[in-house]
């Protein structure tokens, strides 16, 4: 947002030198001074300097800028659209993105084995919208953006990977609220935070 005002600053700005920049060239020319005032009036263009150096910057940081849209995800399935992606991805941010990339992946993995289980729903959205399922849909962290890093473990999730083991479920022991049924499940493997269980 902040980027987004920054450069309609900086282009409103350099509108402005320039219109005081081109008068007195395009105004009539009545004595020498303003010839003089005009070829020596440096800081008009010091300023148009800037201002080209704001607009340069933002672009910059826009492009550099972490979220959706900023990675290519190259895919080998084609079972999955851009939309699923996106849900795979922010579900991978919500519920773990203080997870190191490994735990990432095997989050993402978690709902793709899902989606392909026949005990679950068959698409990411269902998945992850399944009622009481995770915790991010209940909290609203869902809806946060998600990084490259989450779009990078998406599409590995997608293209195969899968730390999990084929796990089913994922869950954090010291924060599970139904962590009685959950440890009765087969344990696959630990991943930071996460045990991952079938």
């Known amino acids: 947002m902040f980027r987004k005002y ?16 081109i008068i ?3 105004s009539p020319i009545t004595t020498c001074q303003t010839v003089k005032a005009s070829i020596e009036n440096d800081d008009i263009y010091r300023g148009m300097g800037v201002a080209l150096l704001l607009i ?7 492009s550099s800028d972490s979220g959706k849209g900023s990675v290519r995800i190259d895919i080998d399935n084609p079972d999955y659209d851009s939309n699923e992606i996106d849900m795979l991805a922010k579900v991978i941010y919500a ?3 203080g997870e190191a990339y490994e735990g990432q ?3 993402g993995a978690v709902v793709i084995n899902r989606v392909k289980n026949p005990g679950f729903p068959d698409t990411i959205t269902d998945v ?7 915790t991010s849909v209940t909290d609203g962290q869902i809806n946060l953006r998600p990084n490259d890093t989450a779009y990078r473990a998406a599409r ?21 609220e139904t962590l009685w049924w959950l440890s009765t499940r087969e344990k696959t493997v630990v991943i930071g935070n996460h045990v991952f269980a079938k």
């Not at 920054?6 to 920049?21: D, E, G, K, N, W």
């Not at 340069?56 to 826009?62: E, H, T, V």
Request: glycine fraction near 4%.
């Open 6 to 21: 920054l450069r309609q600053i900086s282009i409103f700005t350099l509108i402005i030198l320039m219109f005081y920049a």
């Open 24 to 26: 007195p060239v395009i």
């Open 56 to 62: 340069i910057l933002s672009k910059i940081a826009q």
């Open 95 to 97: 519920e773990a993105r």
């Open 105 to 107: 992946v095997a989050v």
């Open 128 to 134: 992850v919208y399944q009622p009481g399922q995770f």
């Open 156 to 176: 590995d999730a997608i293209n195969g990977k899968d730390p999990s083991r084929g796990a089913l479920f994922f869950y954090n022991p010291k924060t599970a």
